[in-house]
């Protein structure tokens, strides 16, 4: 029986697998060790706490120690920072981060939950007084701070994925003047070319400059980021926000030899067991199977490390759960438009599947007479020799969300395109469009055959 289970990592993936554990096996002696005073956040809200979409960052901190032990019977330690694992002796090293005093505790099962860190360019990585990153809690309560305690006007953002669009569109919402700089050419790297430029496109039409492309170098006065010079320019600026990525955080799993797989993840099998049988992982620190291409990815997002984080918390206390392969299905809100993205992009298509084909097409939101109507851009990624569905795309109105969703069932299946054109959608003029985008789409492709 596995009496003591202990979980290091307390946001997404650690108190969920913890809570799970507890479930499968009341008996068992379950503890969860967190580095910082937060467990159970909510880390993709963050954003719209600075944009004061949401109140604060409180409504985003589901439980702390006491409400966590009294709902789910765990024990959490939080400001306890797991030191080093003792794989032969099956003992962690912890030190009391107030205190600086440590313990070590015995554990039969462990489950690494431990997420991501974010990337730093080398330049800044000493760190400045005007510089932040936006990963957890206790990042978004410095910058809320600094921007209470300082008089902030222009906010200089590097990096235009995921993390830096909703903080441009954050701060442009409370009226402050935002550029966003990237060493590419245009905004989100890892989308198709041509929602690319359509979200530089909403980035000017909401005031937002993008710089991108372009040589740019730091200026710095009094260890904070004052300005930076690009293309002949000085361009000052109050905060500055770092986005340019995160990376698996798995710094205790390499200490003790457990195997990293490609993208630098921990490798974990079906039932997330890493290549120690004692330690499980879940989250945003291992890696993947995508269910497209059959090969280990690196997909860090909150909904997949929950649903990995069951299977993890199952099978440490006993249980006998299995994860799946991951299909990649991802929505951003940039200003008022939505951006959708569903299995692979055409140039990822093209590296696995040599008769990769693709088709676009513009539909409706609402039958185009509704004054509410918009446009959708939509591009359908497909394998001309099995006529399977690989990926698709899609940018404007929210319902887009929706087809993303539908599209990544049909991937899963590995459902061949010419279903999409025979789908019956619903159609009533205030709500959906009388020919929807997705039977577009497959009539398109299906005349491409």
């Not at 009341?26 to 809200?45: D, H, K, M, Y």
């Not at 497209?292 to 690196?298: E, F, H, I, L, M």
């Amino acid at each position: 029986m596995n009496n003591n289970i202990i979980i290091i990592g307390g946001n997404a993936a650690g108190p969920a697998a913890a809570a799970r554990a507890k479930r499968e096996n009341p008996q068992a002696n379950v503890i969860l060790f967190e580095a910082t005073e937060f467990i159970s956040t909510g880390t993709c809200e963050m954003p719209f706490v600075i944009s004061k979409k949401i109140e604060n960052y409180k409504k985003i901190v589901l439980f702390d120690s006491e409400s966590f032990f009294q709902s789910k019977g765990v024990r959490v330690y939080t400001n306890h920072s797991v030191e080093e694992i003792k794989r032969k002796e099956k003992k962690i090293v912890v030190r009391n981060i107030k205190s600086n005093d440590l313990f070590e505790f015995d554990y039969d099962k462990l489950i690494l939950a431990t997420g991501s860190v974010v990337k730093k360019l080398p330049i800044l990585a000493k760190g400045y007084s005007n510089l932040f990153y936006l990963k957890n809690i206790p990042d978004l309560i410095k910058i809320l701070d600094f921007t209470d305690k300082n008089d902030v006007n222009s906010v200089l953002i590097l990096g235009s994925g995921f993390i830096g669009l909703e903080v441009a569109e954050a701060f442009s919402e409370i009226k402050k003047n935002v550029t966003i700089i990237d060493i590419e050419l245009q905004p989100f790297p890892g989308a198709e070319p041509e929602i690319r430029e359509l979200i530089a496109d909403e980035l000017k039409a909401n005031g937002v400059q993008f710089i991108g492309g372009i040589p740019y170098q730091f200026i710095f006065s009094n260890e904070k980021i004052t300005a930076i010079k690009v293309d002949g320019r000085i361009l000052e600026f109050d905060i500055v926000i770092s986005a340019i990525g995160v990376k698996p955080n798995v710094q205790l799993g390499e200490n003790i030899g457990l195997e990293i797989g490609k993208f630098g993840g921990l490798k974990v099998d079906k039932k997330q067991k890493t290549s120690d049988p004692n330690i499980f992982a879940a989250g945003d620190n291992t890696e993947v199977i995508n269910s497209v291409t059959g090969k280990s990815d690196y997909l860090p997002f909150a909904t997949i490390a929950y649903s990995q984080s069951h299977v993890a918390g199952t099978n440490s206390a006993g249980g006998n759960e299995f994860s799946d392969s991951v299909v990649k299905n991802i929505a951003v809100k940039v200003f008022t438009k939505t951006y959708v993205s569903v299995g692979i992009i055409e140039e990822q298509a093209r590296e696995f599947f040599p008769s990769t084909k693709s088709v676009s097409a513009l539909g409706f939101s609402k039958i185009k007479v509704m004054k509410d109507s918009e446009k959708i851009f939509g591009k359908l990624i497909f394998e001309k020799a099995t006529k399977r569905i690989l990926g698709a795309s899609f940018w404007g109105a929210d319902q887009a969300a929706g087809y993303g969703d539908l599209l990544s069932a049909l991937i899963k299946l590995k459902a061949d395109f010419r279903i999409l054109e025979n789908v019956n959608f619903n159609y009533t003029p205030p709500i959906s469009p009388f020919i929807n985008l997705l039977n577009i789409l497959g009539k398109k492709a299906n005349e491409l055959q």
